[in-house]
């Protein structure tokens, strides 16, 4: 203990030293005892703390990460979806304007067949007043050359061969100069 009483350099030991480094040890074994236990717990429930934080962020991630995988499938569900509803809208309209041309060329077909049945009967009209109008014109030429009246059967005969004549083309009327 000699080389503690006395000097040792630099650092001079004397009791204030030993005092100091005995307050020193025991302050140490204080710490020890009762400061550094819970400093390592709280920085252990830290360290948990944080690890756990780590592991509910990496849950978030993943349930994040799949939440986008199923909104990503619902939007291409849907781009399908709103494509095939396009699809049948367009064949509907395709098809609707089918029927309507159908419908339009029907009418259109019906109003010609229409027209020309209209301009049939006229003709048969026209072709029933033109022959009676010569056999009027017959009957008086007749009456005027042979300068009496017929009866009803040479009328009727007179009438008829005119009108052969007339639709064969082969009437005298035509023939000559006038």
Do not use: C, W
Request: charged fraction near 30%.
């Amino acid at each position: 203990m000699l080389f503690l009483a006395g000097e040792a350099g630099v650092i001079t030991i004397n009791g204030t030293v030993i005092v100091e480094l005995i307050t020193f040890l025991i302050m140490l074994a204080i710490l020890a005892r009762y400061v550094y236990p819970e400093i390592v717990k709280l920085a252990e429930a830290r360290q948990q703390a944080v690890a756990q934080q780590l592991k509910e962020a990496e849950l978030a991630r993943a349930e994040a990460e799949q939440r986008l995988k199923e909104a990503q499938a619902k939007l291409e569900d849907a781009r399908k979806t709103a494509q095939s509803v396009i699809d049948a809208a367009t064949k509907s309209g395709e098809q609707l304007r089918q029927e309507l041309k159908q419908k339009a060329e029907e009418e259109s077909k019906r109003t010609v067949d229409a027209a020309k049945k209209e301009i049939e009967a006229e003709r048969e009209r026209a072709v029933q007043s033109v022959r009676s109008e010569v056999a009027n014109l017959v009957v008086a030429a007749t009456e005027k050359v042979i300068g009496e009246t017929l009866d009803d059967d040479k009328h009727r005969t007179l009438i008829d061969r005119a009108i052969a004549e007339v639709a064969s083309g082969n009437g005298s009327s035509g023939q000559g100069g006038s």
